[in-house]
T-cell receptor
């Protein structure tokens, strides 16, 4: 089954404790992206990647890091989480041939206290 | 800068009514893509449609139809004969290159 998986689905952590949210896709897509969803703001793009070792900032990259060492994986790293990073996070993947029509993961709800 | 506006924050309709969700976008790019996604109460994001900037044909898929008008920078979504299962948050999105901007969403409630 074609899918994007994220782990963990739920995470409660404390300010400053480094965390990683994993994202993996099995569709051999070149493009992967991370978004955060906040009430009234829709989804905002954090980082995206066109291919292995190629990443670019989206609209809200501050406080986040990503890496793309393998085509299928695109982890999101919060080196020192803060309460304003409490949000619902989505990973997505897509292909240039379909104009980046994106398939989304199930979401990770992060709470930083 | 790119921007997507969905002026309707929440809409409530009674089942079988038609409803139109508005989407207005801003971009200086000549090549771009427009999307609609559905987010049901379960939380996942479901792709509904994609339109390219050079393809202004409207589209109908079952009870769903989309009206793309470059002249007014709009990409509106109409649900005909709405059903309770259509209750969800609907997002309009604009893509240019690999960068995407989503609107704030419209919460649609379809009452039985």
């Amino acid at each position: 089954e074609a899918q994007v998986t994220q782990n963990p689905r739920y995470l409660i952590t404390v300010t400053g404790k480094k965390l990683t949210v994993t994202c993996s896709q099995n569709m051999n897509h070149e493009y992967m992206s991370w978004y955060r969803q906040d009430p009234g703001l829709g989804l905002r793009q954090i980082y995206y990647s066109m291919n292995v070792e190629v990443t670019d900032k989206g609209d809200v990259p501050e406080g986040y890091k990503v890496s793309r060492k393998e085509k299928r994986n695109f982890p999101l790293i919060l080196e020192s989480p803060s309460p304003n990073q409490t949000s619902l996070y989505f990973c997505a993947s897509g292909e240039r041939d379909t104009f980046y029509e994106q398939y989304f993961g199930p979401g990770t709800r992060l709470t930083v206290t | 800068a790119q921007k997507v506006t969905q002026a309707q924050t929440e809409i409530s309709v009674v089942e079988k009514e038609d409803v139109t969700l508005d989407c207005v976008y801003e971009t200086r790019d000549t090549t771009y893509y427009l999307f609609w996604y559905k987010q049901p109460p379960s939380g996942e994001l479901v792709f509904l449609i994609r339109r390219n900037s050079f393809d202004e044909q409207n589209e109908i898929s079952g009870r769903y139809s989309w009206n793309f008008q470059k002249s007014t920078s709009s990409f509106n979504f109409t649900i005909t004969a709405s059903q309770v299962v259509d209750s969800a948050v609907y997002f309009c999105a604009l893509g240019s290159g690999q960068n995407f901007v989503f609107g704030p969403g419209t919460r649609l409630s379809v009452l039985p």
